[in-house]
């Protein structure tokens, strides 16, 4: 199990090389950070020899390894506009994104599982294929257009929940939680959703699909024959072989609602990284941009190394296929 860990472990240090070197290349290439710091009136001279002093004339593979240390030390470079080092900014934004991720995912496990289970067991229920046809049309509609629907519905027609914004927050060790107010929870009830909609008909459709195949395995078939109970068979023997695969997915899917959040923060003007982002666009914070591309690319690596050996440790087969 050490040997398996520790060739995870360096995969994602290789990734995150991979991703760096992207990061660098981008900053390197898009936008003049000589420019963005000084005024017009300085001469090309002066330009010439600060850049000279920052660096910027070395070759590509020197300033890419310099980047790569500063990076490794937790120094992304300096927001042009914020004027204060970038990951600190990012730092400052990411509890709110952090909130709406962990939101949404409750929501989608809560949701999908006994659904998924429910539609498995009694696929030729009203139910069952109620959903898998809602579950279709949930697939093909974007987040923006189902936050814009829950909006109308719940804030402006039926004015329960509010509409944008955190909410009240309350500061526990340094973060700015809306999780432990009732004005935060509402606030963050109408996102939640929205970002969830996106993985909830894929995990409900990914659940049914894996939980009939399980049932039709010999080992199940086995268990009707010793007379076991009806739960027993579904709830232990199936349902724990169906989260193998729903574990590897569903660690895939938290990265990518992470870079989702930028259509829902938007519509919500939900203060977090994706609306980070954007601003940084608008305002060509090269630097920004950078780091939140870095700190996104760490959060799909350890993410799913995590989940890689989770899943190791439940299914032993995994690692003695990657050790042949």
């Known amino acids: 199990m050490v040997a398996f860990i520790i060739r995870r472990v360096t995969q994602a240090v290789f990734v995150m090389l991979i991703i760096s070197l992207v990061g660098f290349s981008i900053k390197n290439q898009i936008g003049d950070p000589v420019r963005d710091m000084v005024g017009e009136r300085v001469t090309p001279a002066e330009r010439e020899a600060l850049r000279d002093k920052l660096g910027l004339n070395d070759p590509f593979l020197t300033q890419y390894l310099r980047f790569a240390k500063n990076a490794a030390q937790g120094d992304l470079g300096l927001s042009f506009f914020h004027k204060k080092p970038a990951l600190a900014v990012i730092a400052g934004k990411a509890p709110a994104t952090l909130e709406l991720v962990f939101g949404a995912a409750l ?6 599982l006994p659904i998924g289970v429910f539609s498995a067991i009694y696929p030729r229920s009203a139910f069952s294929r109620f959903t898998m046809a809602f579950s279709t049309l949930g697939v093909s509609i974007p987040v923006f257009l189902t936050a814009i629907v829950l909006i109308y519905i719940f804030s402006v027609e039926l004015n329960w929940l509010p509409s944008y914004g955190r909410g009240e927050t309350v500061a526990i060790g340094g973060w700015n939680s809306g999780f432990f107010t009732v004005d935060g929870i509402k606030h963050l009830i ?9 993985m909830l008909p894929l995990f409900i459709r990914l659940i049914r699909s894996e939980m009939m195949e399980v049932l039709e395995t010999e080992y199940i078939k086995f268990a009707w024959a010793k007379g076991l109970r009806r739960k027993r068979i579904w709830f232990v023997h199936a349902f724990k072989n169906t989260l193998l695969p729903v574990i590897t997915v569903f660690g895939v899917q938290i990265g990518i609602m992470f870079a989702f959040t930028i259509l829902t923060e938007t519509v919500f003007q939900w203060q977090g990284m994706g609306f980070m982002f954007l601003e940084a666009v608008e305002r060509s914070d090269i630097s920004l941009l950078v780091a939140y591309l870095m700190v996104v690319g760490a959060v799909f690596v350890v993410v ?8 190791g440790l439940v299914n032993p087969t995994i690692r003695i296929a990657g050790r042949t």
């Open 107 to 112: 929501i989608i496990i809560f949701i999908s």
């Open 190 to 198: 109408l996102p939640s959703f929205s970002l969830a909609s996106i």
């Open 304 to 311: 799913n190394t995590l989940v890689d050996i989770i899943y």
